[in-house]
């Protein structure tokens, strides 16, 4: 009816959920619907490449509905109408309509409000021999269960590409007794989010747990073999294994918006061009998450961020400006990743850093953190098995306090005299 306008969002990931919550929560008078291209409920994706991966048993968390961000009886009590397994193709912005394509024929469904929430797409590097079914990606529940599915059978396994998604893989796997081989073309692990010392430090955890880690190696082909795989090298080497897991990065899942003719970021990060209410130029359309590109207020340029808080927060951000409270997204990004029994923690974005300050020794068994400044100022926090010092970091960058790197490096200063110290410096 008019009187309550119909929202339907676009992916049901992280950021739709979060989105369905912040909406019911206001007095907003519309009704939702979420339409996904997976099976099932909303549901957390950190885990697959961490816990559901070493888990015992295969599938057992998936069945107890343990990982939903969600139960369904929430969207149940709450009018928040799903469709599942069902794609949107096309966006009409003149008629308010969208094709939407489930396995029979197309149809079509009107929105007085759209909101964009499609995540991201795996980079599938061009390798000779990427397409075999042993060779794997991981994104989706789905695509965790048939690596899972795997692991019975399995003794060894190469991991393309060292970024979070791929060590987390390898540890994980190392767990299970694999043999584990991890190629990285980069001369260093994690090289496009951290520093030296502490691509350092993971790259000896690694190696450490038995993991062959490769540095400056390329996958120049991958091979069929009887029962597994050979992986080829630039420098001709080859590699034999049962399966292979590629975790190469991910872009922007904007091909919808683009081909609707909204605006999309430039590369490298692409996504979908929001404001500071993730709307985009088309005031009945939002976009939310990994899919959408916006002006970082911290750091004062455009970013596209994967990471569950992002995805959260613009959730947030995009309710209070449909439910008509807008209030501009302001928040410091944080990041997680889990590897054996480290915990490393991100608090802000280090790109562009001059000066790396050590906090501790990085050492593996020990715990440390990585201060990165920008001419003087502080702009991120790596906290390895370290939740004071990223706590701290939480307290100072998002206000722009900047502690004595003097203090920074000596241990035996805690974090009130970090506080009181950056506080001292900004009066
Ligand atoms: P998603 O959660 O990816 O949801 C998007 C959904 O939209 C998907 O289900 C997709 O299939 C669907 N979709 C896309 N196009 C369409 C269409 N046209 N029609 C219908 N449906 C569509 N972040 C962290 O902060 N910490 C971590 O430790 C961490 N670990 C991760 C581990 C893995 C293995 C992965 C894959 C990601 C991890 N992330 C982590 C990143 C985090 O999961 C993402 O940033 C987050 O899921 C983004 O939420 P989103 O809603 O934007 O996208």
């Not at 993991?211 to 996958?219: E, I, S, T, W, Y």
């Not at 906090?359 to 926090?381: H, N």
Request: proline content about 5%.
């Amino acid at each position: 009816t008019a009187a309550a306008p119909h929202l339907v969002v676009v992916g049901a990931g992280h950021a739709a959920a979060q989105l369905c919550a912040s909406l019911h929560a206001t007095d907003w008078p519309g009704r939702v619907t979420v339409v996904g291209d997976e099976p099932g409920l909303p549901y957390h994706r950190p885990p697959l490449s961490k816990g559901r991966l070493d888990a015992g048993e295969p599938g057992a968390a998936e069945a107890a509905g343990a990982d939903l961000i969600r139960p369904e009886a929430f969207y149940d009590d709450h009018n928040i109408a799903r469709r599942e397994s069902v794609a949107v193709v096309a966006i009409d912005r003149a008629a308010k309509e969208l094709t939407l394509r489930g396995g029979g024929e197309d149809e079509r469904l009107g929105y007085d409000l759209l909101v964009l929430a499609t995540g991201s797409l795996h980079r599938r590097p061009p390798i000779p021999g990427i397409d075999h079914e042993r060779v794997h990606t991981l994104r989706t529940a789905a695509e965790a269960a048939a690596v899972r599915d795997r692991l019975g059978q399995a003794s060894s396994v190469v991991v393309i590409g060292a970024g979070f998604i791929g060590l987390e893989v390898a540890a994980s796997l190392r767990k299970r007794g694999l043999g584990v081989t991890v190629l990285e073309m980069a001369d260093r692990v994690l090289a496009r989010v951290t520093s030296e010392e502490v691509s350092a430090f993971f790259a000896d955890l690694h190696r450490g747990h038995g993991v062959d880690l490769r540095l400056g190696a390329g996958a120049t082909a991958i091979d069929d073999r009887l029962g597994g795989l050979r992986v080829r090298l630039g420098d001709g080497d080859a590699i034999d294994a049962d399966f292979v897991v590629v975790g190469a990065g991910a872009a922007a899942n904007d091909a919808l918006a683009r081909d609707a003719g909204l605006e999309i970021g430039e590369r490298p990060f692409g996504g979908v061009v929001v404001d500071a209410h993730q709307r985009t130029a088309d005031p009945a359309v939002f976009a939310i998450g990994d899919c959408c590109n916006q002006l970082s207020h911290l750091y004062g340029r455009r970013m596209r961020l994967e990471s569950v808080q992002n995805a959260n927060d613009q959730a947030k951000t995009a309710a209070a400006a449909i439910a008509g409270t807008p209030r501009p997204h302001v928040s410091m990004p944080w990041f997680w990743s889990d590897q054996y029994d480290v915990k490393l923690q991100i608090a802000g974005l280090s790109t562009g850093h001059d000066r790396c300050v050590l906090r501790g020794e990085p050492a593996v068994g020990q715990s440390f953190s990585a201060w990165y400044l920008q001419g003087g100022k502080l702009l991120a926090v790596d906290a390895v098995n370290d939740p004071r010092a990223y706590a701290v970091a939480g307290k100072l960058i998002p206000h722009g306090l900047t502690p004595d790197p003097a203090l920074i490096a000596d241990t035996s200063a805690g974090p009130k005299d970090l506080i009181a110290s950056a506080k001292g410096a900004s009066s």
